[in-house]
């Protein structure tokens, strides 16, 4: 049995461990459409829970973050959101681009996985690209 401490969510767990180089794992609000093709990792039990905030701060403790992309409409609709989300990926070193919510969903389509929360806040969806350990 895995230990308590980290990710003991099973799938999730694995496709963080299969990820390689330049893959890339989307945390999603309870909104993101989901490719067919791109396997959905569904933690949404209820509207708002879990938090996009938790989930983000789970990936972020086990997953090496290289850039980080959301969608350029989180400013003007969730500013408070973009705030939380650059704070977190800033202190592990990472700029976060912004891009076009169609172009967003766009690069969804060659995403490793989705991960969906029950987040309610508008646009609150970031595309994690795995770094490496060296």
């Known amino acids: 049995m895995k230990l308590t401490s980290g990710i003991i969510h ?3 767990s694995r496709v963080i461990a299969e990820c ?19 396997e959905r990792i569904d ?11 938790d989930i983000l701060d789970t990936v972020l403790g086990e997953f090496i973050v290289e850039r980080a992309v959301v969608s350029e409409e989180i400013e003007a609709n969730s500013p408070g959101m973009l705030t939380s989300v650059r704070a977190r990926l800033e202190a592990v070193g990472v700029v976060v681009e ?6 967003f969903k766009a690069r969804t389509q060659g995403a490793r996985a989705i991960v969906r929360t029950g987040e309610y806040t508008p646009y609150s969806n970031v595309m994690l690209y795995s770094g490496a350990p060296f």
């Open 98 to 103: 912004a891009i076009p919510h169609d172009e």
């Open 43 to 53: 933690l949404a039990h209820r509207a708002g829970s879990p938090a996009f905030l």
């Open 20 to 38: 390689g180089h330049t893959d890339a794992i989307v945390v999603a609000d309870a909104g993101l459409p989901i490719p067919p093709n791109v």
């Open 10 to 12: 099973p799938q999730l």
